[in-house]
């Protein structure tokens, strides 16, 4: 997409006028769904983000939802997604975390492959740091995208 789409106000626009972003990890329940909302969060409507799972789990991870609560992003409304060949072809860009061989690949597609801790099993603390790396990542990807 030209660098002239991410121009558009910072409310919803026309899915194809602004980069299309699909998050993906395993279950969906942390890595993929902060990266997200971080997403969302920083772009404000200039970008249209997803996010899947190869096998998602049942809910999302709740000290990956306290992580993000503490930055002011409210992940209740969300929920674990299954990945879908639709998510991954409507997708200008593909971030996957860590789902190694069961993430579909498409020609003309364009893939960055985040390597991240895995959140699971980790404690709140320990997840502060993820999602402070996600943070920068997200911020770098949507810097690149408003060019």
């Known amino acids: 997409m030209s660098s002239d789409s991410t121009t558009a106000p910072a ?6 006028t602004v980069p299309q972003v699909l998050f993906v990890c395993v279950h969906n329940a942390g890595r993929s769904q902060m990266a997200a909302a971080l997403l969302q969060h920083h772009a404000g409507g200039r970008v249209d983000v997803r996010s899947a799972g190869s096998t998602p789990a ?21 929920h674990p997604k299954l990945l879908t060949t639709d998510a991954v072809q409507a997708s200008d860009v593909v971030v996957t975390m860590g789902c190694g061989d069961t993430c579909p690949v498409y020609p003309g597609k364009r893939y960055l492959d985040w390597d991240l801790t895995d ?5 709140l603390d320990q997840i502060r740091p993820i999602r402070d790396d ?3 990542r997200v911020r770098a990807l949507l810097a690149e995208l408003a060019r």
Request: charge should be negative; glycine fraction near 8%; hydrophobic fraction near 35%.
């Open 119 to 123: 959140p699971a099993g980790k404690t």
């Open 58 to 78: 049942n809910e999302i991870n709740p000290a990956v939802r306290a992580a993000m609560a503490e930055i002011g992003i409210d992940l209740d409304g969300a």
């Open 134 to 136: 996600i943070d920068q």
């Open 11 to 16: 409310t919803r626009t026309d899915p194809r």
